[in-house]
């Protein structure tokens, strides 16, 4: 369910961020990394945290994968990973808002339903105290599965490209 | 709840137990800290353990941590003094999560930044926008602690019998040595070892109870009457409400400062994503705990809800179901769970606070951490020992509203949309906050009389979509300000690390 379980690869602090001034467009090759990190082995650094007014810089990220950000093919496939995982999140968050929503409408509705009971315990009870959560780990499986899949399939077509 | 001394006597308790408790706890919490000092030595350790704690440990810790007073005595407390009604708050607090998971971890994880103003100003490249987030979260953070406060006083005052004010000092005494000396990494520690005690302390006395009363033919629902005995005194929810109550608390907790910072821990997107589905599992198995002690209470401590301690019930229940011996080491092993409750809770508050009181004043130095961790305990505490004690479970609701009117807007649409600017986030966080400030406040001024306006009360139905609304249009009408860089941005927080 998770590729990248084995491979925590820390990412690097966000340290001197480097100036992201637009490097040229298309397909030039990313202009002298400064920050990424080269074959030595890394140092342990003291970092301070950022302050307030020393960072007014446009962009705290170190540059990395300047092909798929700055290209324009590239941009095309983010934004569509963008919308693709919007719309899984709004999917399964519309979802699991109907049910919960639609639990107290149906009870105010037909109020007859809280007078049904299943060993003594009243069925309202059972479906707040204890049916809605499994939903709730149903609904998060459901989706860690799919984002991770629209992911990948990105990745794919970074990689073909 | 008036903060009279109740003699501890009077309720079967032996103070003994509490002392012991309370110690044990405090102690364990502090070694654990002191073992994490030396391991964490750079400022990346102290801020967010350096993003190396693995999503099992860091789905425990977030248990640990967000399992507060609210969660541990105050669900509880409110189902037996409105049953069903009551079921709402451990569905929203748990729900919450699934609403972080598909908004905002792994985005926030990828974005690199250490707290919610370092997103915000990095999202939006403005400084005003970084000011009034990081005045937001040191208020929201605030706010939080002192239910916190109040749930300790009310537990040491039950459990020992000591004034009030003991157990908040005890509280904030114990946590600002733990995050001073430690950081991120040794709360990380200590709050996943806290969620398993209280999961402990919550599951090992019921099933004592329930081995008790099954065998001794004693009742557990008395036919059903547990769950329609009618002890209200507030009356009952309407739809507006509970669905409002709903709302807040699903969309508050994405705006949760010490909620967000522990995402940081995780290694990447991925992982931040693992660790919020283990964590709803662990919410959910916790869950079934409390509302239990709450359906026994109903018929084992019906008078607590008149009383005006119902959030009491869960100290008091194993004493009623057992005496001597067996009963004060169940005792004992409930007050250590809740006072372990008030104080991974507040750890995290005051580890995610003094982040970014340290950043904005201190200059985001160790030292100047420390010395921010002192702050955004103390301050709290001054509000603790002057306010009165309310339902846990209610008063945190209203900081779930009002997250959910300023920082959850900022974020989600921060994260999603490319059309955010500086001024529109500012102008939606402030109307927000204005219109969920004020009516909490107003309903608070009137009293008793509340109940007739639902709509202030639990006003997350309208401000949350007022807050979305004016975000929307302020930013539609400053266009111009949309940062250049938004689209690579974007790219950052969305696509996979492993590219």
Redesign the interface.
């Given at each position: 369910?998770?590729?990248?379980?084995e491979?925590?690869?820390?990412?690097p602090?966000?340290e001197s961020p480097g100036d992201?001034s637009p490097s040229p467009p298309l397909n030039t090759p990313p202009a002298t990394p400064r920050d990424v990190p080269t074959d030595l082995p890394p140092q342990?650094?003291?970092?301070?945290?950022?302050?307030?007014?020393a960072?007014?810089s446009?962009?705290?990220?170190p540059v990395?994968?300047e092909l798929?950000?700055e290209s324009e093919v590239g941009?095309l496939f983010?934004t569509s990973?963008?919308r693709s995982?919007?719309r899984l999140?709004l999917v399964?968050?519309g979802g699991?808002?109907i049910i919960?929503?639609g639990i107290?409408?149906l009870l105010?509705v037909f109020p007859s339903i809280s007078e049904v009971?299943v060993f003594?315990?009243?069925v309202?009870?059972l479906l707040?105290?204890?049916a809605?959560?499994?939903l709730?780990?149903g609904?998060?499986?459901l989706?860690?599965r799919s984002?991770?899949r629209n992911?990948k399939r990105?990745?794919d077509l970074?990689d073909e490209f | 709840m008036n903060s009279e001394l109740i003699p501890s006597a009077a309720i079967g308790m032996n103070p003994v137990v509490g002392y012991a408790a309370l110690i044990l706890v405090a102690l364990s919490t502090v070694l654990i800290g002191i073992y994490g000092l030396r391991i964490s030595r750079?400022?990346?350790d102290f801020?967010v353990a350096?993003?190396?704690v693995r999503p099992w440990w860091n789905a425990s810790a977030i248990g640990g941590e967000y399992l507060s007073a609210a969660s541990f005595l105050g669900v509880a407390g409110l189902i037996l003094i409105s049953g069903?009604d009551a079921?709402?708050f451990p569905?929203g607090y748990?729900?919450g999560?699934?609403?972080l998971?598909?908004?905002v971890a792994?985005p926030l994880r990828r974005s690199?930044?250490?707290t919610i103003p370092?997103f915000a100003?990095?999202r939006l490249?403005s400084?005003l926008v970084?000011?009034v987030t990081s005045m937001l979260v040191i208020v929201v953070g605030w706010l939080y602690i002192v239910p916190q406060l109040h749930g300790a006083a009310l537990t040491v005052r039950i459990t020992t019998g000591l004034p009030s004010w003991v157990g908040p000092v005890a509280v904030v005494v114990v946590v600002a040595l733990s995050v001073m000396t430690g950081g991120m990494r040794s709360i990380t520690f200590v709050q996943a070892f806290q969620y398993w005690l209280k999961l402990t302390a919550l599951a090992v006395p019921l099933v004592f109870i329930l081995l008790r009363l099954g065998s001794e033919g004693m009742a557990v629902?008395a036919?059903?009457a547990a769950?329609?005995t009618d002890l209200d005194i507030t009356g009952q929810a309407s739809?507006y409400s509970?669905?409002s109550l709903?709302i807040a608390l699903?969309f508050g907790t994405l705006g949760l400062p010490h909620v967000l910072v522990r995402f940081y821990t995780n290694?990447?997107g991925?992982?931040a994503?693992?660790t919020?589905?283990i964590v709803?599992?662990l919410l959910?198995v916790f869950?079934?705990f409390p509302?239990a002690y709450g359906i026994l209470g109903r018929i084992y401590t019906p008078e607590l809800a008149a009383a005006g301690t119902a959030d009491s019930t869960v100290l008091l229940l194993p004493g009623r179901i057992f005496d001597g011996v067996p009963g004060d080491l169940l005792s004992a092993l409930v007050t250590a769970g809740a006072f372990a409750a008030f104080l991974s809770t507040t750890s995290g508050l005051v580890v995610s606070l003094a982040?970014v009181v340290?950043?904005?004043f201190f200059?985001?130095?160790v030292q100047g951490f420390r010395r921010a961790a002192v702050l955004s305990a103390l301050i709290p505490l001054v509000f603790a020992l002057l306010t009165d004690t309310q339902a846990l479970a209610g008063s945190v609701g209203s900081v779930f509203a009002f997250t959910a009117s300023t920082i959850c807007p900022l974020l989600l649409l921060a994260i999603?949309w490319t059309g955010l600017t500086d001024i529109g986030a500012v102008a939606g966080m402030l109307t927000g906050a204005a219109l969920c400030g004020g009516s909490i406040l107003a309903a608070a001024l009137l009293g008793g009389e509340a109940a007739d306006f639902p709509w202030l009360q639990q006003p997350a139905l309208w401000t949350v979509p007022a807050a979305f609304l004016v975000t929307i249009l302020v930013s539609r009408a400053t266009g111009h300000r949309r940062?250049?860089?938004t689209?690579?941005?974007?790219?950052?927080l969305?696509?996979?690390?492993?590219?």
């Open positions: 369910m998770c590729p990248s379980e491979s925590p690869a820390p990412t602090l966000p992201v342990r650094v003291r970092v301070t945290a950022p302050r307030t007014s960072r007014s446009s962009s705290s990220y990395l994968r798929a950000e941009q983010v990973l963008i995982q919007l999140a399964v968050a699991f808002l919960l929503i107290p409408v105010t009971t003594t315990v009243p309202p009870w707040l105290g204890f809605i959560y499994p709730v780990i609904c998060a499986a989706y860690v984002a991770s992911e990105f990745q970074i | 750079t400022t990346g801020y350096s993003r190396t069903v079921l709402w569905i748990t729900a999560y699934l609403m998971l598909l908004f792994a690199g930044a250490y370092d100003q990095a490249d400084l970084r000011r629902t036919r059903g769950f329609t739809l509970t669905i709903v699903l290694p990447d991925a992982s994503r693992q919020t589905l709803l599992g959910s869950y079934l509302v982040g340290s950043q904005e200059s985001g130095s999603w940062p250049r860089n689209a690579r941005v974007l790219a950052r969305h696509s996979p690390e492993t590219l």
